[in-house]
Protein backbone atom coordinates (compact mmCIF):
# COMPACT_ATOMS: atom_id res chain seq x y z
CA UNK A 1 0.00 0.00 0.00
CA UNK A 2 0.93 3.46 -0.65
CA UNK A 3 -1.05 4.92 2.37
CA UNK A 4 0.97 7.66 4.17
CA UNK A 5 4.30 6.84 2.37
CA UNK A 6 5.37 10.32 1.15
CA UNK A 7 6.64 11.17 -2.61
CA UNK A 8 9.57 13.45 -2.45
CA UNK A 9 9.21 15.70 -5.36
CA UNK A 10 12.49 17.42 -6.46
CA UNK A 11 12.04 19.95 -8.66
CA UNK A 12 13.63 23.53 -9.36
CA UNK A 13 11.15 24.99 -11.31
CA UNK A 14 8.00 25.82 -9.59
CA UNK A 15 5.75 25.86 -12.19
CA UNK A 16 6.01 21.71 -12.67
CA UNK A 17 6.79 21.50 -8.83
CA UNK A 18 3.46 22.61 -8.01
CA UNK A 19 1.48 21.00 -10.69
CA UNK A 20 3.03 17.41 -9.98
CA UNK A 21 1.67 18.26 -5.94
CA UNK A 22 -1.93 19.35 -7.62
CA UNK A 23 -1.18 15.88 -9.44
CA UNK A 24 -0.08 13.92 -6.19
CA UNK A 25 -3.05 14.72 -3.92
CA UNK A 26 -5.72 14.80 -6.41
CA UNK A 27 -4.58 10.77 -7.09
CA UNK A 28 -4.63 10.19 -2.82
CA UNK A 29 -0.91 10.24 -2.65
CA UNK A 30 1.68 12.52 -0.02
CA UNK A 31 3.46 14.60 -1.84
CA UNK A 32 6.68 16.49 0.10
CA UNK A 33 8.08 19.21 -1.92
CA UNK A 34 12.19 20.20 -2.83
CA UNK A 35 13.16 23.10 -4.99
CA UNK A 36 16.82 21.15 -4.90
CA UNK A 37 18.35 18.12 -4.32
CA UNK A 38 19.98 19.82 -1.19
CA UNK A 39 17.15 20.67 0.64
CA UNK A 40 15.76 16.86 0.55
CA UNK A 41 19.31 15.44 1.37
CA UNK A 42 18.66 18.03 4.30
CA UNK A 43 15.47 16.97 5.17
CA UNK A 44 16.36 13.37 6.30
CA UNK A 45 13.85 11.53 4.82
CA UNK A 46 12.39 8.43 6.42
CA UNK A 47 13.18 4.98 5.33
CA UNK A 48 9.52 4.52 3.27
CA UNK A 49 8.13 6.53 0.18
CA UNK A 50 9.50 7.32 -2.88
CA UNK A 51 11.82 10.04 -4.68
CA UNK A 52 10.62 11.83 -7.96
CA UNK A 53 13.38 14.16 -9.04
CA UNK A 54 14.31 15.94 -12.49
CA UNK A 55 17.74 15.56 -14.04
CA UNK A 56 18.76 18.75 -14.87
CA UNK A 57 18.86 21.00 -11.68
CA UNK A 58 21.09 23.93 -10.96
CA UNK A 59 22.78 22.86 -7.67
CA UNK A 60 22.77 19.34 -7.70
CA UNK A 61 21.69 17.10 -10.68
CA UNK A 62 19.38 14.34 -10.60
CA UNK A 63 22.13 12.01 -11.39
CA UNK A 64 24.55 13.36 -9.00
CA UNK A 65 21.34 13.06 -6.03
CA UNK A 66 20.91 9.47 -7.13
CA UNK A 67 24.95 8.83 -6.23
CA UNK A 68 24.62 10.90 -3.50
CA UNK A 69 21.57 8.33 -1.95
CA UNK A 70 24.00 5.60 -2.90
CA UNK A 71 26.30 6.87 -0.90
CA UNK A 72 24.32 7.87 2.15
CA UNK A 73 22.44 4.87 1.71
CA UNK A 74 19.16 6.56 1.39
CA UNK A 75 17.27 3.06 -0.02
CA UNK A 76 14.70 5.29 -1.41
CA UNK A 77 12.81 4.35 -5.14
CA UNK A 78 13.36 6.81 -7.78
CA UNK A 79 11.14 8.24 -10.80
CA UNK A 80 13.95 10.49 -12.73
CA UNK A 81 11.79 13.38 -15.28
CA UNK A 82 13.91 14.91 -17.70
CA UNK A 83 12.99 16.77 -20.92
CA UNK A 84 15.86 15.66 -23.22
CA UNK A 85 15.41 11.95 -23.46
CA UNK A 86 18.85 10.02 -23.26
CA UNK A 87 19.08 6.51 -23.54
CA UNK A 88 23.39 6.81 -22.00
CA UNK A 89 21.59 8.82 -18.81
CA UNK A 90 18.48 6.69 -18.77
CA UNK A 91 21.11 3.47 -17.90
CA UNK A 92 23.26 5.49 -16.00
CA UNK A 93 20.15 6.85 -13.77
CA UNK A 94 18.80 3.07 -13.45
CA UNK A 95 22.29 1.82 -12.24
CA UNK A 96 22.14 4.40 -9.42
CA UNK A 97 19.21 2.79 -8.29
CA UNK A 98 16.01 4.68 -10.45
CA UNK A 99 13.06 2.16 -11.49
CA UNK A 100 11.53 4.44 -14.27
CA UNK A 101 12.79 6.82 -16.77
CA UNK A 102 10.00 9.44 -17.49
CA UNK A 103 10.23 11.83 -20.23
CA UNK A 104 7.84 15.17 -20.08
CA UNK A 105 5.77 16.29 -20.88
CA UNK A 106 4.59 13.13 -19.22
CA UNK A 107 1.13 11.34 -19.26
CA UNK A 108 -0.60 12.00 -15.36
CA UNK A 109 -1.71 8.21 -15.63
CA UNK A 110 1.77 7.29 -16.54
CA UNK A 111 3.77 9.63 -13.99
CA UNK A 112 0.73 7.96 -11.09
CA UNK A 113 1.47 4.78 -12.15
CA UNK A 114 5.27 4.27 -12.12
CA UNK A 115 5.06 6.38 -8.10
CA UNK A 116 2.04 3.73 -7.25
CA UNK A 117 5.01 0.71 -8.30
CA UNK A 118 7.85 2.71 -6.76
CA UNK A 119 5.98 2.90 -3.35
CA UNK A 120 4.36 -0.94 -4.03
CA UNK A 121 8.34 -1.90 -4.05
CA UNK A 122 8.42 -0.47 -0.16
CA UNK A 123 5.78 -2.66 0.69
CA UNK A 124 5.88 -5.97 -1.28
CA UNK A 125 9.84 -6.01 -2.80
CA UNK A 126 10.67 -9.15 -4.68
CA UNK A 127 14.50 -10.39 -4.21
CA UNK A 128 17.24 -10.02 -6.15
CA UNK A 129 17.24 -13.48 -7.48
CA UNK A 130 13.43 -13.44 -8.31
CA UNK A 131 14.01 -10.18 -10.32
CA UNK A 132 17.04 -11.09 -12.01
CA UNK A 133 15.40 -14.61 -12.95
CA UNK A 134 12.20 -12.77 -13.98
CA UNK A 135 14.70 -10.78 -16.85
CA UNK A 136 16.51 -13.41 -17.69
CA UNK A 137 13.13 -15.14 -18.95
CA UNK A 138 11.74 -12.13 -20.72
CA UNK A 139 15.17 -11.80 -22.31
CA UNK A 140 15.81 -15.47 -23.62
CA UNK A 141 13.24 -15.36 -26.47
CA UNK A 142 15.37 -12.71 -28.30
CA UNK A 143 17.25 -13.87 -31.26
CA UNK A 144 20.71 -13.37 -31.73
CA UNK A 145 20.14 -9.96 -34.20
CA UNK A 146 17.64 -8.63 -31.95
CA UNK A 147 20.47 -8.49 -29.22
CA UNK A 148 22.54 -6.91 -31.31
CA UNK A 149 20.15 -4.34 -31.57
CA UNK A 150 19.58 -4.20 -27.94
CA UNK A 151 23.26 -3.78 -27.37
CA UNK A 152 23.17 -0.76 -29.50
CA UNK A 153 20.00 1.04 -28.00
CA UNK A 154 21.66 0.60 -24.59
CA UNK A 155 24.69 2.62 -25.57
CA UNK A 156 22.42 5.42 -26.93
CA UNK A 157 23.29 4.54 -30.37
CA UNK A 158 20.64 6.09 -33.35
CA UNK A 159 18.90 3.33 -35.57
CA UNK A 160 20.42 4.58 -38.61
CA UNK A 161 24.07 3.83 -36.79
CA UNK A 162 22.86 0.55 -35.40
CA UNK A 163 21.89 -0.14 -39.09
CA UNK A 164 25.23 0.96 -40.23
CA UNK A 165 27.05 -1.42 -37.92
CA UNK A 166 24.88 -4.07 -38.75
CA UNK A 167 25.02 -3.58 -42.02
CA UNK A 168 21.26 -4.44 -41.76
CA UNK A 169 18.06 -1.29 -42.94
CA UNK A 170 17.22 0.97 -40.99
CA UNK A 171 13.54 -0.53 -41.42
CA UNK A 172 14.56 -3.54 -39.95
CA UNK A 173 16.42 -1.97 -36.92
CA UNK A 174 12.85 -0.44 -36.17
CA UNK A 175 11.15 -4.02 -36.59
CA UNK A 176 13.63 -5.28 -34.16
CA UNK A 177 13.30 -2.43 -31.62
CA UNK A 178 9.58 -3.32 -32.09
CA UNK A 179 10.07 -7.14 -31.42
CA UNK A 180 12.33 -6.15 -28.27
CA UNK A 181 9.19 -4.62 -26.99
CA UNK A 182 7.02 -7.30 -27.71
CA UNK A 183 9.33 -10.24 -26.75
CA UNK A 184 10.00 -8.65 -23.05
CA UNK A 185 6.78 -7.78 -22.71
CA UNK A 186 7.91 -4.04 -22.16
CA UNK A 187 5.90 -1.26 -21.59
CA UNK A 188 8.46 1.49 -22.08
CA UNK A 189 12.14 1.96 -22.91
CA UNK A 190 13.15 2.23 -19.46
CA UNK A 191 11.64 -1.33 -18.35
CA UNK A 192 13.65 -2.36 -21.44
CA UNK A 193 16.61 -0.70 -19.60
CA UNK A 194 16.39 -2.22 -16.42
CA UNK A 195 15.32 -5.76 -17.66
CA UNK A 196 18.79 -5.53 -19.33
CA UNK A 197 20.96 -4.04 -16.57
CA UNK A 198 19.38 -6.91 -14.58
CA UNK A 199 20.40 -9.65 -16.45
CA UNK A 200 23.90 -8.21 -17.06
CA UNK A 201 24.79 -7.45 -13.63
CA UNK A 202 23.88 -11.16 -12.74
CA UNK A 203 26.40 -12.21 -15.66
CA UNK A 204 28.83 -10.25 -14.41
CA UNK A 205 28.97 -11.17 -10.68
Known sequence: ????????????????????????????????????????????????????????????????????????????????????????????????????????????????????????RNSDPDSPESQIAAARRRLSALTARERDVLHGLMKGKLNKTIAFELGISVRTVETHRANLMTKTQSESLSELIRLTLLAEEAEQA
Open 1 to 120: MSYGQTVHVIEDDCAVRESLDLLLRSAGLTPRLHPSARDFLECKPAPDGCVVTDVRMADMTGIELLAEMKNRRINLPAVVMTAFADVPVAVKAMKLGAVDFIEKPFDDELMVGSIRAALA
